[in-house]
């Protein structure tokens, strides 16, 4: 009998489940020598011949094309990692990669994946409590720790010497723009809005209280400086309306033609008295502006930009305090804007208008610079992972020792209570523990060091009674206190990222059919050499 679709192909069982597994541990064995400070960096090259160096694993995985879709799971892992919390990617694949050689060692011995699944879901459990119980309150007034916090995102990052800098930008940027909500915090980052320019080096990198438009001063004659301004933030064109079916207008005779041309021009010209009558004294246009318009308006001395992009209109208003209109007619001096400056400049080889010095702006902007492309590609990968770190403790202001110190001490708890749960669920939990040591022995292993030394002085340092702040220092090899040397992460990337990898590797493990539907083989072309050498033609 014949029940699925003929070319149909079908995997069960084990092999399905070993294929699988295979398939995502070949990618996280690929990043896994990315992870940490002395992590190395992967060259990617895409189909244009685009070069990107990077360490950053969402980076990584989001340019690679997988194929297999338990590969695909693991670039899904990063990319939450990545949207949720903005650093832990390559974390969270390589302990996802690790569960997963582990459970293998446990369907080899004759363990069914369900117990596997449901002591690595108790694992995770206790995991997440571990973390609770060992995470340290932060002061947000604390600058100190948040610096730390960016530096130690920013520690893999080929930023070096500016490191400092730019996570003194992102605690500023996020802290611009944390607002409270009842007793927490929200710091939204989509709205600080990134702008790389190629020049100048990294220290040339700033923070704009305010927002950059990518745009010119639309007419040569307006002027490109004004301070304390006031803008007018509209979402309506300064042209003439073009009726939307095909009209006719009949002339006979020339002064119905001026007539005509000179109701257009007092249209025209009524818009921007209207502008002007608000007191604003700048323009920011979503639409389109007419030449005549912009002679108008530059007659005023109100310099104006056109076809503004919606997101940067939203910003705009949040930065400067103002509404954006859709009618002019609704256009109050309510609705301006405000910015103590706002200036045309010339930044590498374009003209940018920087809306800046803002009283209080709720959006604000980074200007990063860097002498190469590819420098400043990093540099911004550099400062979105400081700006998520900043952000996940403003946001949940718990942190915990980095170098493989907490997944040590999770390791540690979750072995005790292992041996509590007892039956076959121990085994997987153990094994949950094992698992979560790849993070200090990868780390140990990228510097160049000797993992088992590493590992063997990692447990006994944890032995003893509050250890959980000793991690490896893989600049001198050696076992240390982790918060003291700086190394510091927040709670929020950690828990979120042996939850995905838990999660991802759960449902890989409850796969035990695989039934693909192959694709339609391509009709050989007439004439073409065909796979045999097409002797036939
Ligand atoms: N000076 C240091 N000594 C030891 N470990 C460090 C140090 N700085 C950072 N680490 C550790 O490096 C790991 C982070 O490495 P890395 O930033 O390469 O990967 P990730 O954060 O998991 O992923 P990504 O940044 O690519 O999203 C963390 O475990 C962190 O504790
Ligand atoms: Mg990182």
């Keep these: ?152 995102s920013m520690g893999s990052k080929a930023v070096g010497v500016a490191k400092d800098h730019l996570a003194e930008i992102a605690i500023d940027a996020v802290k611009q723009i944390t607002e409270k909500r009842g007793e927490r915090n929200v710091a939204d980052i989509d709205n600080i809005q990134i702008i790389k320019k190629e020049g100048r080096s990294l220290f040339d990198t700033e923070l704009v209280r305010g927002i950059i438009v990518d745009k010119e001063v ?45 109701q257009e021009t007092r249209m025209l010209k009524d818009r921007v008295e209207k502008v002007k009558k608000t007191g604003a004294n700048i323009l920011i246009c979503q639409k389109g502006i007419d030449d005549l318009a912009q002679h108008f308006l530059a007659k005023e ?34 609705d301006l804007g405000e910015a103590g400056l706002v200036e045309e400049r010339k930044i590498g080889e374009d003209k940018m208008v920087f809306v800046e010095k803002c009283k209080d702006p709720r959006s604000v902007t980074v200007l ?15 400062m979105h992972d400081a700006l998520s770190v900043v952000r996940d403790v403003v946001e949940e202001p718990k942190i915990v020792a980095g170098g493989g110190a907490v997944e040590a001490a999770i390791a540690k708890v979750l072995r005790v209570y292992a041996t509590k749960v007892g039956g076959r669920e121990q085994l997987a939990i153990e094994s949950f523990a094992d698992s979560m040591e790849i993070v200090p022995k990868a780390l140990a292993e990228n510097a ?55 999660e991802a590797v759960s449902m890989i493990l409850r796969i035990d059919d695989v039934i693909a539907a192959t694709k339609p083989k391509e009709e050989e072309k007439p004439g073409g050499l065909g796979e045999e050498g097409g002797e036939e033609f």
């Design 1 to 152: 009998m014949l029940i699925l679709k003929e070319g149909t192909a079908r995997r069960r069982g084990r092999d399905a489940r070993r294929n699988n597994i295979m398939a995502a541990r070949i990618i996280a064995e690929a990043i896994k020598t990315t992870l940490g400070p002395r992590g190395m960096d992967k060259m990617l090259i895409d189909s244009l011949g685009d070069i990107t160096i990077t360490n950053d694993g969402a980076a990584i995985l989001d340019e690679i094309d997988v194929e297999h879709p338990s590969a695909k799971m693991m670039v899904e892992v990063a990319k939450t990692q990545d949207d949720m919390v903005g650093d832990g990617t390559t974390t969270a694949v390589v302990l996802a990669g690790e569960l997963l050689r582990k459970a293998e060692e446990l369907l080899d011995q004759g363990i069914h994946p369900t117990v596997v699944v449901s002591g690595y879901r108790k694992g995770l459990e206790k995991a997440k409590e571990t973390l609770e119980k060992i995470g340290i309150d932060v002061d947000l007034e604390d600058r100190e720790t948040l610096k730390k916090v960016a530096l130690t």
């Design 218 to 262: 639309v007419h040569a004659g307006m002027p490109k400086r004004i301070e304390n301004a006031k803008i007018a933030l509209v979402n309506k064109a300064l042209e003439v309306e073009k009726t939307e079916f095909d009209a006719t207008i009949r002339i006979r005779d020339p002064t119905q033609m001026k007539g005509f041309l000179d």
């Design 448 to 502: 160049g060091l000797e993992s088992i030394d590493i590992l063997a002085a990692l447990r006994s340092a944890h032995d003893k009674p509050k250890a959980y702040l000793m991690g490896v220092d893989v600049f001198s090899g050696k076992v240390i206190d982790m918060r003291e040397s700086g190394v510091i992460e927040p709670v929020r990337v950690k828990e979120q990222a042996i939850k995905s990898a838990t």
């Design 368 to 382: 990063i610079r860097a002498g190469l492309e590819r420098m400043v590609d990093e540099a911004e990968r550099a």
């Design 301 to 334: 001395g109100i310099p104006a930009v056109r076809r503004a992009k919606e997101s940067d209109m939203e910003k705009l208003a949040r930065a400067t305090g103002g509404r954006v209109v859709n009618n002019l007619d609704d256009l109050t001096p309510q």
